[in-house]
């Protein structure tokens, strides 16, 4: 009688463990699915954009990059000033965004704050995140272009030698696109950068505490360096998703083609000129758009990349 139970006992195990196995592998086959789907879909999108945008690759080659030009009425395109005001709006919003952002996350995830009062701020936060951009874009223009006018005048009246800040402030302008920008895409630094310092084991915290280290000197040396890839990886992601921002940037930066460093001028992206232009289109301006977009996907493309390059050259051992 034992011995039947146990030969029943040892099947019922083995039919468990057969299914167990059974059912990891579909999950893995569904994973690797997925995944092979979503390059597709990107592939796709790639050469859908890069067959639309043929004509303008073959009229202007790689001179679309270095030509400020954009011009519908006689077909010239250059798409310069965009490629300088994208990245240009960008790095303002990183510079601002970051310090913010890494800050608000140390706060979020030691215990800096009681739990409750922590718990309502993660929420605010992330509720960030989830405002279009086009009410950005208007609490921009009526709110914060004013407030921004002011501090640029006075930095142009103290600084305007210097060649970022050598044209007065009058509207929209790189400027506040760069701070729309920042508030944007500070949730995703926050709660990312968030996560990646929770996740550090608590282990090490306790050790670095135990050899006499102090609160502060376990977050910039223990903590901060354990998360550095994780934190890395949210200020890449931040980046892609500044060059992207279409709305909110086209309503602040004043859409003016062409290249002016300072940052008080108007200026343009490719995001913007996307925007403004593509529902008028035709013919070979549309192929011109269609190759703006193109270059703005490979330039979000390289920033994924680089991404990816610097966490794995940052991972800990």
């Not at 739990?115 to 009410?135: D, G, K, N």
């Not at 210097?162 to 696109?177: C, D, H, Q, R, Y």
């Not at 003016?256 to 070979?284: D, H, Y």
Request: net charge neutral.
């Amino acid at each position: 009688m034992t011995t039947s139970s146990s030969s029943l006992l040892s099947e019922e195990t083995k039919k468990r463990s057969q299914l167990r196995n059974s059912l990891d592998q579909s999950f893995i086959w569904l994973t690797r699915i997925f995944a092979l789907a979503v390059a597709g879909t990107l592939l796709w999108i790639a050469l859908q954009v890069t067959v639309e945008a043929w004509p303008a690759i073959q009229k202007y080659g790689a001179a679309f990059l270095v030509q400020s030009s954009w011009n519908p009425v006689v077909d010239e395109y250059g798409v310069l000033p965009q490629i300088y005001g994208t990245l240009l709006s960008s790095l303002i919003g990183l510079l601002i965004a970051v310090p913010i952002g890494v800050g608000t996350a140390i706060l979020l995830s030691e215990n800096f704050l009681p739990t409750q009062v922590r718990t309502v701020t993660v929420f605010l936060v992330e509720l960030l995140a989830a405002i279009p951009s086009v009410v950005y874009g208007i609490w921009g223009i009526f709110v914060l272009i004013p407030i921004l006018n002011e501090v640029g005048k006075w930095i142009h009246t103290y600084f305007g030698w210097i060649p970022l800040f050598s044209t007065p402030p009058t509207g929209p302008s790189m400027f506040p696109a760069g701070v729309i920008l920042a508030v944007m895409i500070v949730p995703i630094i926050t709660a990312i950068s968030r996560d990646a310092l929770i996740s550090v084991p608590s282990a090490l915290r306790q050790a670095s505490i135990g050899l006499g280290a102090t609160r502060w000197e376990t977050i910039f040396l223990v903590i901060i360096p354990s998360a550095f890839s994780g934190i890395v990886s949210a200020v890449m992601l931040a980046l892609g998703r500044a060059m992207g921002e279409t709305m909110a940037v086209t309503m602040l930066i004043g859409n003016a083609n062409k290249i002016n460093i300072s940052i008080f001028a108007p200026a343009n992206t490719i995001a913007s000129l996307l925007a403004n232009q593509f529902a008028e289109a035709s013919g070979l301006q549309v192929a011109a758009l269609m190759y703006a977009g193109l270059i703005l996907f490979l330039i979000t493309l390289f920033v994924n990349i680089m991404a990816e390059w610097i966490v794995q050259r940052v991972k800990p051992i």
